[in-house]
């Protein structure tokens, strides 16, 4: 089931115009900011080329990324991009959480808890049964949250160039 056809709007209880949704053609230009902000966070270069390259993706239906955000007062204040994933110890597939940015001036209002609640919804559909990610060690404030939401693994990620 692809995320794109299936996702339904969930409000939280909250105002109407607070709400977690699909990423559609209409959000590009804040989405561009909130990913160069994502960006900047984690001090990697950011250009037109990955922009373009990222948004096809998110847009292309035979491609692995998927993407939900936030929408409170019709602003895009956050982002989550997310994929499936082989296990194959399991024989079975995952989520991989790649990307999770809310606007500094949106943090502090569970909006990033939110994001990480719907993707648990859309693993449970898919029959994914769980979700990973990565963040970077001194990431201490979405630590904190990812500590209340999540088990911390034994895992060191290596990179090889």
Not at 22 to 51: P, S, T
Not at 67 to 85: P, Q, S, W
Request: aromatic fraction near 10%; glycine fraction near 6%; charge should be positive.
């Amino acid at each position: 089931m692809d995320c794109r056809r299936s996702l339904t709007i969930k409000n939280y209880g909250m105002k109407m115009s607070n709400l977690i949704r699909e990423i559609q053609i209409k959000d590009q230009i804040q989405w561009q900011k909130l990913y160069k902000g994502y960006a900047k966070f984690y001090k990697v270069e950011m250009n037109d080329q990955i922009l373009e390259t990222v948004w096809g993706w998110l847009h292309d239906k035979k491609h692995e990324i998927n993407g939900i955000v936030y929408e409170t007062e019709g602003d895009v204040v956050a982002l989550a991009h997310f994929r499936r994933m082989p296990r194959p110890l399991k024989g079975k597939h995952i989520g991989f959480l790649d990307d999770l940015f809310v606007d500094p001036k949106h943090r502090g209002k569970k909006i990033g808890e939110q994001l990480i609640s719907e993707l648990k919804k859309i693993s449970t559909t898919k029959g994914w049964g769980l979700i990973r990610w990565l963040t970077a060690n001194d990431n201490l404030r979405a630590k904190k949250l990812y500590d209340r939401v999540a088990q911390k693994t034994s895992w060191d990620l290596y990179e090889l160039k």
